[in-house]
């Protein structure tokens, strides 16, 4: 058993009693099943980018190291990616790229590693992962097997999945099967088509992943040099009279909800701008300037920290403007 700092991209410091790395299905099976019949908790890290870690981590922390992606034509333009939970996404994205792949360039630059995007059903720019998603492999803690889960059993949603809600601890992702390549381009979104039309000339799969990797780096920090999990918050949606009552104190724009939910969904990052959090800076813990739905570790912050600067926005949101935001990324430990 040895100890270990936790690798996180808010970059805060937190210690796993036990830190194992994980290189194939087999020993991640013997490990689950050795931790679970000796009844100690076990933690599945990826690449660490939407954790909020507080100083502990107890039981073993499980980092996936899973290797492999592979690219198979199916048709013309039809092709199944299947790729381990241990890789990056983005050399997912690049791969499809390189190979003139249609559908992933919308989700380009979204750090993390495979088996952690359909946690939270990564999304951006008007794209999802479970547009693409035809399987997941996963090992079942309750069954003690490996099997496959279908997208409609992920039960995705905006920023949800089965793998957040009741199956929280019971599935362990390892593979992914991917279908692309038929889809038209996504191109409506605000940021990305104001990038388009000042490029000019055509627009093709490398012009568009080309527009919202630029959006990206300027609105983002990047999470190899500043610390932090991406939005804090989620969209929150709101009903009809929710929103008119929000317009009479703010102007906001407003978007369909998630299918099957009703409602709108609404900016948070308009309404942390607007009760002017932008910039402000609590202990070693910053809201950022380009972009308030982000919260960054200046240096040396604890996760307790960034939690309490969330906390006191989320008070603030709440009490001017009536809404309740919810965290986007999973806190895990104990201080
Ligand atoms: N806004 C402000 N002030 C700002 C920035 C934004 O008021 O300084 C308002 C504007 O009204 C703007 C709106 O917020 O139109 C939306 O901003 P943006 O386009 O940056 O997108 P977002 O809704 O804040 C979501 C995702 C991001 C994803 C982008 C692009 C969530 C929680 N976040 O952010 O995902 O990259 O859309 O699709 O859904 C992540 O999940 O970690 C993430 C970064």
């Known amino acids: 058993m040895s100890s270990g700092q936790v690798p996180n991209t808010l970059r805060v410091e937190c210690i796993a009693d036990d830190i194992r790395w994980v290189h194939d299905e087999q020993d991640l099976a013997e490990q689950l099943v050795h931790a679970d019949m000796n009844q100690i908790p076990a933690t599945i890290v990826g690449g660490g980018?939407?954790?909020?870690?507080?100083?502990?981590?107890?039981?073993v922390a499980l980092l996936l190291k899973l290797r492999g992606i592979a690219f198979e034509r199916l048709g013309d333009d039809d092709w199944r990616i299947v790729a381990a939970a241990g890789e990056d996404w983005q050399t997912?994205?690049?791969?499809?790229?390189?190979?003139?792949?249609?559908g992933?360039?919308?989700?380009?630059?979204?750090?993390?590693?495979?088996?952690?995007a359909p946690v939270q059903n990564i999304g951006a720019y008007g794209r999802e992962l479970s547009e693409f998603l035809?399987?997941?492999?996963?090992?079942?803690?309750?069954?003690?097997?490996?099997?496959?889960?279908?997208?409609?059993?992920?039960?995705?949603?905006?920023?949800?999945?089965?793998?957040?809600?009741?199956?929280?601890?019971?599935?362990?992702?390892?593979?992914?099967?991917?279908?692309?390549?038929?889809?038209?381009?996504?191109?409506?979104?605000p940021d990305v088509a104001r990038e388009l039309a000042d490029h000019g000339?055509?627009?093709d799969r490398k012009t568009v992943a080309?527009?919202?990797?630029?959006?990206?780096?300027?609105?983002?920090?990047?999470?190899?040099?500043?610390?932090?999990?991406?939005s804090f918050f989620k969209n929150p949606v709101v009903t009809e009279a929710e929103l008119d009552g929000i317009r009479a104190v703010v102007d906001i724009d407003d978007y369909p909800a998630p299918s099957g939910t009703a409602g709108?969904?609404?900016?948070?990052?308009?309404?942390?701008?607007?009760?002017?959090?932008?910039?402000?800076?609590?202990?070693?813990?910053?809201?950022?300037?380009r972009q308030p739905l982000v919260l960054v570790n200046l240096g040396g912050a604890t996760g307790g920290e960034v939690?309490?600067?969330?906390?006191?926005?989320?008070?603030?949101?709440?009490g001017k403007y009536g809404v309740a935001l919810e965290l986007e990324p999973a806190v895990l430990g104990s201080d």
């Open 49 to 59: 980018s939407n954790l909020v870690l507080r100083t502990r981590l107890p039981g």
């Open 307 to 318: 939690l309490d600067l969330a906390a006191v926005i989320r008070d603030d949101v709440y």
């Open 92 to 102: 997912v994205v690049d791969g499809a790229l390189q190979r003139g792949i249609g």
């Open 264 to 289: 709108r969904k609404i900016p948070a990052a308009r309404l942390i701008d607007a009760a002017g959090w932008k910039g402000v800076r609590k202990d070693r813990v910053e809201v950022w300037s």
């Open 210 to 230: 080309d527009a919202v990797a630029k959006v990206r780096r300027r609105k983002l920090p990047d999470p190899t040099r500043i610390g932090n999990v991406g």
């Open 201 to 203: 000339g055509g627009v």
């Open 104 to 116: 992933l360039e919308n989700l380009t630059l979204i750090p993390g590693s495979v088996g952690a």
């Open 134 to 189: 035809e399987s997941v492999t996963v090992f079942d803690r309750q069954h003690r097997c490996y099997s496959t889960l279908t997208g409609v059993q992920c039960a995705f949603g905006y920023r949800e999945s089965v793998f957040k809600r009741d199956a929280l601890n019971r599935y362990v992702i390892t593979r992914l099967a991917l279908r692309v390549g038929r889809t038209a381009l996504v191109t409506n979104y």
